[in-house]
């Protein structure tokens, strides 16, 4: 065997496996590492007070979402009924029970909150996660639900957390029926997280372009489909953006580029020495005064909806 025919050999096996990988990739990226609940609430449990959800009154049902996929969800209901209502939605690999920080926090300020399974989450079906493409419909019929759901509803919000904040971003394309947006840590746009991390390990950016061209063959998904950046664009929702100095999976930058992107009334607040996901841990009273401080301006007549 000659010298150019085993170099073309050489070629050939290296295009081989660097296809393999972006094939690998594409599922790696799109899979769902989740969370058993009993897993998620020892976590919360060991973290913070959960024993008051126990006592709580609380609903459970499930929905169906636009393309048939069922949702689990439960309302913990406010003893004191003002009709103040938020859907909190919660992180990747996580459960509605890493929504249990912020419900108290909002069960304090007199709202009923709605937790649920994220599409391929808790009690809900296996799925691949599509990072706000498919979720963000999910959120849409669950406002949808709820609105239809409880006639005594006179403010309706929704927050989220890391993928659930994304997700809470990205359903204002559909400019829901809702009076505020609270997002915590959430990315603006996938690929630039993914970036991000990849880059401390010297994965070379092409490699998730390959990804991309495998995800569109396998899932029908691409990366320009999870950038909730771009359903702020011409929003006039109020938001308040939360954000973790220290957060090192989504970098602070993405909270700002949030901020940027929307048109109506905003906020951002940054929680210094706070890593991903762990601003309300790290200072609750904090926490609460912002959301009630935002909650204040946000609902008055005269903000935009």
């Known amino acids: 065997m000659n010298a150019p025919t085993i170099i073309l050999i050489i070629i050939a096996i290296i295009a081989v496996l660097i296809l393999l990988a972006g094939w690998v990739l594409s599922g790696f990226i799109t899979r769902i590492r989740r969370q058993s609940l009993d897993e998620a609430r020892a976590w919360q449990a060991e973290r913070y007070d959960i024993s008051w959800y126990d006592a709580a009154e609380k609903r459970s049902y499930k929905i169906n979402s636009f393309d048939g996929y069922e949702l689990f969800v439960q309302l913990i209901v406010n003893p004191a009924h003002t009709g103040k209502y938020v859907i909190i939605s919660h992180g990747y690999t996580d459960n509605r029970y890493g929504a ?18 994220l599409r391929g989450h808790g009690e809900n079906e296996p799925s691949r996660c599509t990072y706000t493409a498919k979720e963000r419909k999910d959120l849409r019929d669950l406002i949808k639900d709820t609105r239809k759901r409880y006639d005594d509803i006179e403010v309706l919000g929704i927050h989220g957390e890391s993928l659930g904040g994304s997700v809470s971003a990205a359903v204002l394309n559909y400019q829901p029926d809702i009076d505020f947006v609270v997002t915590d840590c959430a990315f603006s746009e996938l690929r630039k997280v993914l970036e991000d991390g990849y880059r401390a ?56 580029a949030l901020v940027q992107a929307t048109e109506g009334y905003k906020d951002m607040r940054l929680f210094p020495g706070a890593r991903h996901a762990e601003s309300v841990l790290s200072d609750p009273d904090r926490y609460k005064a912002c959301l009630e401080e935002f909650l204040g301006i946000a609902l008055k007549p005269d903000e935009g909806k």
């Open 100 to 117: 249990l920080k912020y419900a108290r926090i909002y069960l304090d300020l007199g709202y009923s909150a709605i937790i649920y399974d």
């Open 201 to 256: 390990y010297r994965i070379p950016s092409f490699m998730l372009s390959l990804a991309d061209f495998f995800m569109k063959l396998r899932f029908k998904l691409s990366f320009k489909d999870m950038r909730p950046v771009d359903s702020l664009i011409g929003n006039r929702k109020p938001l308040l953006v939360i954000h973790g100095e220290a957060d090192s999976l989504i970098l602070p930058y993405h909270a700002e």
